[in-house]
């Protein structure tokens, strides 16, 4: 029943997310959104100034160390203040997790970011970036082998070279058990390409497992399609590499880009 309760919510995310772009369809000059799912790379770049953007999604994973199945809803919500500044608020409303004859449904934790650009990309430069993510609420639903952070800072790079996108970013998070502190490092590539009306996506990422002193690595394929400027489809897979990485998890959502602007522009002003 609660699987079927996770599963409707889902569809009805996904199917407010059509309805909203079919119903502002004929709004004039909508900016494009710019997902940063569903790799686990992060863009350097912004969503445009002074709209909101929704990532939504559900999650599917398999044999880990601390779940043998997991099901998680994911949402994510960002908002550029300025041309160079975004705040994000990260959430998993719902986790379903099953573990040997258990089973039990948690809220996730909740982050909370901000992201800024260094350096702005141009035609032969990336764009650089910097990040700042704090949580601010825990919770004791099983975690992916990635394991979870207190605060991380991440160094976020974007590009695009001979019709290829680039996205790479370093990451150092802290990692907390009781009274003891870790540290964890992390690195990830992901490179897509357009394919008719669809992008492929392809990433490795790698992290330490402080804890476990060990690592894990995987291997990400996406595959998404902007069914209009301000809102994009994805789905894929990602396979874990190592004996501590989660073996299987398969992912689907959108991300959606709301057409109005919260404020209004200054004259002259540049987003």
Excluded: C
């Excluded at 494009?32 to 929704?54: D, H, I, K, M």
């Excluded at 099983?142 to 001979?162: I, K, N, Y």
């Amino acid at each position: 029943m609660r699987l079927k309760i996770v599963t409707i919510t889902l569809l009805l995310m996904l199917s407010a997310g059509a309805q909203f772009s079919l119903a502002q369809s004929g709004t004039p000059s909508v900016p494009e959104a710019n997902p940063g799912r569903p790799t686990v790379s992060t863009p350097a770049t912004l969503t445009p100034v002074g709209y909101l953007q929704f990532e939504n999604g559900a999650l599917f994973a398999e044999d880990s160390a601390e779940f043998s199945k997991r099901f998680g809803i994911e949402q994510v919500t960002k908002l550029s203040v300025l041309p160079r500044l975004e705040l994000f608020l990260q959430s998993e409303p719902l986790a379903f997790s099953q573990s040997e004859s258990q089973t039990a449904v948690h809220e996730g934790e909740v982050f909370a970011g901000v992201q800024s650009v260094l350096f702005a990309g141009g035609e032969s430069r990336p764009t650089v970036s910097i990040s700042y993510v704090r949580r601010v609420y825990s919770s004791v639903a099983p975690e992916l082998d990635v394991g979870t952070f207190r605060q991380s800072t991440s160094v976020l790079l974007s590009e695009d070279l001979h019709g290829f996108h680039f996205d790479t970013n370093g990451i150092f998070a802290e990692q907390v058990q009781g009274d003891v502190r870790r540290a964890q490092f992390g690195q990830t590539l992901s490179i897509s390409h357009p394919l008719g009306k669809f992008t492929i996506s392809g990433e490795l990422w790698h992290f330490s497992q402080p804890f476990e002193k060990g690592n894990t690595v995987g291997n990400l394929w996406a595959v998404s399609r902007a069914l209009r400027k301000n809102l994009v489809v994805d789905a894929g897979f990602n396979r874990g590499l190592t004996k501590t990485s989660t073996r299987w998890e398969a992912f689907v959502g959108f991300t959606y880009l709301l057409p109005h602007r919260l404020w209004t522009a200054r004259p002259g002003f540049q987003p």
